[in-house]
């Protein structure tokens, strides 16, 4: 049912996507993919009265989304694999609160969607579940509130700095057909290469993102032209072109095809520095545009490599680096 | 291989603990389980310079040790999954940065333990991995000051509070063969019965694993009897009641083989109100205490059960209520 070479395995009956679902905030409904959301959100508090609430709100209306487009109910979800970006993972657990499934807690910072497609894919494969819901969320101004300062400061922004996207993605998993299939997960190990600019996020990332992407080539003898698109979480602008070093480095071009969801998510004209970021970046414009790219077929076989920061305020404020990870599933359209 | 019903997987060739290793503060080891902890430390910074560090220091001593035990390196781990109380998951973060194995996060606040119990267990008895190193820690000081107030503050205790346990728990979870196996895993759904107060942690956790107990029993057809213990995480005192009554309105009665770790860990000398608390409470009487109970022949066939208190504390002073989640697993020496 399945293969393990290095930190990659290969699903040889592959489970499906069976439906997707993406919800945005205002300022990515301004931006390029705008069209591409099933739903954005005039109101930034998705109707309650705290940003911990208004994410809690956008991810539980982007998970029943998700779950209306299989044309499941809740009874039906074996387990909710998620996670998000706030202390406690709070929108997480405040919203899946209202799922009655049995719930695995996930924290990969903006790794998290591939975290869970990974985690939901191998427990789908190894028959332990039916279908799995699984995804995650961020919040501008609840992650501004958290991790940097009150937004009523206006604190400046440096130009590496990049802006946290406010969207969900969700996707269910599942052992019943579609023709969107997980075919390998490759999961990442902690990378340390002693950054300690919380506001160099992609730099910092893009380390894992090499590690895992290098891992992924060796264990499977796959090379990037074997990928329509390898596509990145949240690396930016910075963390993009780095990474392209540090490939190219290891003579692993990855240039032709690739892309940053960071850097996809937002327009030139959106002040947003070096990008987009945030669980919800890669979970967003997987779940909306690169899904609906699938079903228009306009994509055969994708590499998606979520990124994560593992970093802590309180920690970096004392001086230490910034570990990071990422995972990396491909997903394939089944030929027939 | 595997068998499941309900939220129950019954592994029906049991995934071993190959090895266990607990590590302990100073107020640990002055307490009754003291000689039960490999590793009792005199200094609760760990040779770190602050309280963030200390439990990285902590929790990295535990995970070495685990390894030393199995007689493993690092090289020979699949996967590592983990994760603590610290915002961001710190200082499990920071320690597995040393660790070059693939790593899986996971957050569930006090029931990390079965949680990474439960998912190595998953990933083993369907041949993702044929080692994998879990666990977790809690550091009084590093979550007094996250979660309540500055140690300096000397703020006054409620008698429903519980003390979060400086220690960390680690095991190796393996398919090679040891006599200790996990033989079911029932993950739980997140429950939330309105409770407000973060002083009373314990009876918010209650209605969790009264709500996993019973789909254990419910899912597998087994009762309290066919254990000799049923061991919650850290329910404390207040907590404990609760489980018992609710359960006893079930017709559910654990009450002659229950013990509960958080008050086990200390003493009544000890001064700590309602018990020990933290994700590093269950994990270090797992894998101190009661492994060696297992080892001494005075335990055959346990459930345990980890419960954690999903709440965030700026949610909490928003005046929500905290939902709760408790995962079990079963752990069993085979009979010959």
Not at 182 to 194: E, M, P, W
Request: charged share 20%.
């Amino acid at each position: 049912m399945k293969k393990k070479k290095g930190n990659t395995i290969q699903f040889l009956n592959p489970p499906s996507i069976l439906s997707h679902a993406a919800v945005g905030g205002k300022k990515e409904g301004d931006g390029p993919l705008s069209s591409e959301f099933d739903i954005i959100s005039d109101d930034d508090y998705f109707g309650k009265n705290s940003w911990e609430f208004a994410e809690t709100s956008l991810q539980h209306k982007t998970a029943m989304l998700a779950l209306d487009k299989a044309k499941l109910s809740t009874n039906s979800i074996d387990f909710v694999i998620s996670g998000d970006l706030q202390n406690q993972c709070t929108a997480t657990h405040y919203s899946m609160r209202l799922v009655p499934s049995a719930f695995l807690g996930i924290y990969g910072a903006c790794s998290t969607m591939c975290e869970s497609l990974a985690l939901s894919a191998m427990l789908i494969a190894a028959d332990y579940a039916e279908n799995i819901l699984c995804g995650t969320s961020s919040h501008f101004c609840s992650a501004e509130k958290q991790f940097r300062f009150p937004l009523e400061y206006g604190g400046l922004r440096t130009p590496t700095s990049q802006w946290t996207v406010t969207a969900s993605g969700f996707a269910i998993i599942s052992k019943t057909e579609s023709p969107y299939k997980i075919t390998h997960a490759t999961i990442g190990r902690i990378v340390d290469k002693g950054i300690t600019d919380i506001n160099n996020m992609g730099g910092a990332m893009a380390a894992a993102a090499a590690d895992t992407i290098l891992n992924h080539f060796k264990d499977t003898g796959r090379k990037p032209a074997d990928y329509d698109l390898i596509l990145t979480g949240d690396l930016g602008v910075i963390g993009s072109d780095l990474l392209k070093d540090i490939l190219n480095e290891q003579k692993c071009d990855i240039y032709p095809n690739h892309k940053d969801c960071g850097m996809m998510i937002f327009g030139k004209n959106q002040d947003v520095h070096a990008g987009g970021s945030g669980c919800g970046c890669c979970a967003s414009v997987l779940c909306g545009h690169i899904m609906n790219e699938f079903e228009r077929g306009n994509l055969k076989r994708i590499a998606v490599i979520a990124t994560g920061a593992l970093m802590n305020p309180t920690t970096v404020l004392q001086g230490e680096s910034i570990p990071s990870i990422a995972h990396l599933v491909t997903i394939e359209k089944s030929p027939n």
